[in-house]
C-alpha cells in the first residue's frame, strides 16, 4: 500500500510506524506486528501502532528511525506487512542449546540491526545465550558480525590501544583516569564505553556528567588524531549497533551473559581498530567473575578472541570485592575522578587500580620498561599531566574544561546511615550498593547514588557515618532508604562474632 510519511514529534526507543486504523485493516496490520517500508532501494522495518492520529493514506515515524534513515515529510513510500524473521528460527534453536552455525549468527545479528527483531525477540536471544552460552566459534562469529554491521573507524595514528573492564564492581571510574595518563605519555586511546548495565554508572554515564559522549565518527577521529584519546559512548555510533541494543535488553534483566560480553566488548575494539588491548575483569564476591579460576578462563577466551581477531589482548584480574573509590553514581563518580585527576590524589583503591592498569598499558605500548609502567603512570598522575590531558578531551567532545569538581550537581535530598555498633567493616554488599544506588534514581538521574566513608577492614565507633545516599527527589530517597534497610550493606562485627550459650 501507498503511504504518505508524517515524521511525528516523539522518540519510542524503537523504529514506530503509526498506521491508521482503516488502512491497518485493509493491509492486515495488528499493533507490534512488523512492517516493511520501501522507499527506493531502501527497505526498513518498524513496530506497528494503530491510531487515527494519523489520515487514511499517511503513516506517522517515531524520530527514532530518523537518527539511522532519512527519510522527508510527505515522501510516498510503500509499507506491507514483514513476514516472520528468519532469525527467530535460529534464536530457537540456542533456545535448545544448539550449536549455532555462523550465517545463523550473522543472520539474527543483521535482523537486530535492521531493528527486525523487536525487544521481545531480543530479550528471548539474550536470555537463551545466559542458559545456554556460546563456545569459542560462535563467541568470534558473533563479534565479527557486531563489528561488520556497524561502522569501523580509521584511525592513523598507531600503535593504538585500548582499555576495557567487564564492569560489574560498583563506583568503577578507573578508566577516566587511565585514558587521559595512557593518552598524556604520548600514546593512541580512543576509548568508548557503554552505559550501565548491571551497575549504577557505566563509564558513558559518569564522562556524560564531564562533557559530551554522543560524537560522531567523523568527530572521533579528528579528536583522537589531534589530542590522542577520546572518552565516547560506543551507543551514539554506528559502531556494533546491535551492542547498544542487546544491552538495553541485558539491563532490564540485569544480566550479562559471558558469551555475549565478550563479543560485545571485542567488537567494539575491533571496529576501534584498536591493536593493543587491556580487558579489566574484576573479581570477587558480588561482581560478574567470582573466583579466579573463572577470572582466568575469561582472559584465555578474551586473548583467544583478540587472536582471531588479529588483536594482542592483555587481561588485568582486579580486586571487585568492594566498590572502587567512595562513590557511586554518575555525578558523585565524575566528581571523584575530577577531582583526583586534578590534585593527583584519591582514595587508595581508584588510585592503585589506575595506575596499575595504565602502568599496564604503558608497557604494552612500549613508552616504559617492562615493570616500571606502573611508576611512570603515578607521575603522570601526580605531576598533573594527565589532568591536563583530561581537559583537552573535555575541551575537544564539547564540555566546559575548566569544570570543578564543586560545581558538579549532586542529589539534594541525602541520608547518612551510621554504625550501629562499634567494630570492624568485615564485608561491603557490591549488589546491595548498586541495588540502593539504583533505588535512588542511578543511573538516570545524575546526582544520584552513594558515598562511602569505609571500607573493608577500617575501625568504626557506634555512631559513625558509614556512607550518604543522594537523590534528586524524597520519593526515590525512601525507596533507597527501605532497600538500603533491607539489605544491610555494610557488615559491622566486633572481634566476639558470636557467642553460643549453653542453651
Ligand atoms: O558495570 P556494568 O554496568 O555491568 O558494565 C558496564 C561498564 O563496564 C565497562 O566499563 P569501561 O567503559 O571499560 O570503563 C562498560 O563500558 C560500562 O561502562
Ligand atoms: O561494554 C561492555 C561491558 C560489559 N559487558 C558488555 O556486554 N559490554
Not at 86 to 114: A, C, P, Q, T
Request: aromatic share 4%; with cysteine; hydrophobic share 40%.
Amino acid at each position: 500500500m501507498k503511504a504518505k510519511i508524517r515524521i511525528l514529534d516523539v522518540y519510542t526507543g524503537r523504529f514506530t510506524v503509526v498506521i491508521n486504523e482503516n488502512d491497518a485493516k485493509k493491509v492486515k496490520l495488528h499493533p507490534e506486528d512488523l512492517v516493511k517500508i520501501e522507499s527506493g532501494k531502501k527497505t526498513v522495518y518498524g513496530d506497528v501502532v494503530i491510531s487515527n492520529m494519523v489520515e487514511e493514506g499517511e503513516i506517522g515515524l517515531s524520530k527514532d528511525i530518523l537518527q539511522v534513515h532519512s527519510f522527508s515529510q510527505g515522501e510516498i513510500v510503500n509499507i506491507a506487512p514483514a513476514g516472520t524473521p528468519e532469525s527467530i528460527r535460529y534464536i530457537k534453536k540456542k533456545m535448545h542449546g544448539e550449536k549455532l552455525r555462523k550465517v545463523e549468527i550473522e543472520s539474527i545479528i543483521k535482523d537486530i540491526v535492521d531493528r527486525k527483531l523487536r525487544e521481545i525477540e531480543i530479550s528471548a536471544f539474550v536470555t537463551a545465550l545466559e542458559i545456554n552460552g556460546l563456545d569459542m566459534d560462535e563467541i568470534a562469529a558473533l563479534t565479527v558480525a557486531m563489528a561488520e554491521t556497524g561502522d569501523m573507524l580509521d584511525i592513523d595514528r598507531k600503535p593504538i590501544m585500548d582499555v576495557h573492564s567487564i564492569g560489574g564492581v560498583p563506583g568503577n571510574k578507573t578508566n577516566i583516569l587511565v585514558v587521559p595518563i595512557v593518552a598524556a605519555a604520548g600514546l593512541t586511546i580512543p576509548k568508548t564505553s557503554s552505559r550501565a548495565i548491571t551497575s549504577a554508572a557505566g563509564t558513558a554515564d559518569v564522562v556524560e556528567v564531564l562533557t559530551n559522549v554522543s560524537l560522531s565518527l567523523d568527530e572521533i577521529k579528528r579528536i583522537v588524531e589531534k589530542i590522542g584519546a577520546c572518552l565516547v559512548w560506543g551507543g551514539a555510533l554506528n559502531l556494533a549497533p546491535a551492542d547498544d541494543i542487546t544491552i538495553k535488553a541485558e539491563r532490564a534483566l540485569s544480566i550479562d551473559p559471558r558469551g555475549l560480553m565478550l563479543a560485545s566488548i571485542m567488537s567494539k575494539k575491533y571496529a576501534m581498530g584498536s591493536q593493543y588491548i587491556l580487558i579489566d575483569i574484576p573479581t570477587g564476591k558480588g561482581v560478574k567473575v567470582e573466583t579466579m579460576e573463572e577470572a582466568r578462563s575469561l582472559a584465555r577466551d578474551f586473548i583467544e578472541l583478540g587472536k582471531r581477531l588479529g588483536q594482542y589482548v592483555e587481561v588485568a584480574i582486579t580486586y571487585g570485592g568492594q566498590p572502587v573509590g567512595h562513590t557511586v553514581g554518575p555525578a558523585l563518580e565524575a566528581k571523584e575522578a575530577l577531582q583526583t585527576l586534578m590534585t593527583g590524589k584519591g582514595p587508595g583503591s581508584l588510585v592503585e587500580k589506575a595506575t596499575g592498569l595504565a602502568g599496564i598499558l604503558l608497557e604494552m605500548g612500549g613508552v616504559a620498561p617492562a615493570g616500571m609502567g606502573k611508576k611512570m603512570a603515578k607521575e603522570i598522575l601526580e605531576s598533573g599531566k594527565a589532568y591536563q590531558k583530561m581537559r583537552e578531551i573535555i575541551e575537544e567532545q564539547g564540555g566546559n574544561p575548566d569544570i570543578k569538581p564543586e560545581e558538579i550537581p549532586i542529589g539534594d535530598k541525602t541520608y547518612t546511615f551510621t554504625a550501629p555498633t562499634s567494630g570492624y567493616v568485615t564485608f561491603i554488599d557490591n549488589k546491595a550498593i548498586t541495588g540502593i544506588a539504583r533505588a535512588a534514581g542511578a543511573p538516570e538521574d545524575k546526582g544520584a547514588g552513594l558515598e562511602l566513608y569505609v571500607k573493608v577492614g577500617e575501625k568504626v565507633k557506634e555512631g559513625d557515618p558509614l556512607f550518604t545516599i543522594y537523590a534528586e527527589s524524597e520519593a526515590r530517597l525512601d525507596q533507597a532508604i527501605i532497600y538500603a534497610r533491607r539489605t544491610e550493606p555494610i557488615r559491622i562485627e566486633g572481634m566476639v562474632l558470636q557467642r553460643i550459650g549453653n542453651i
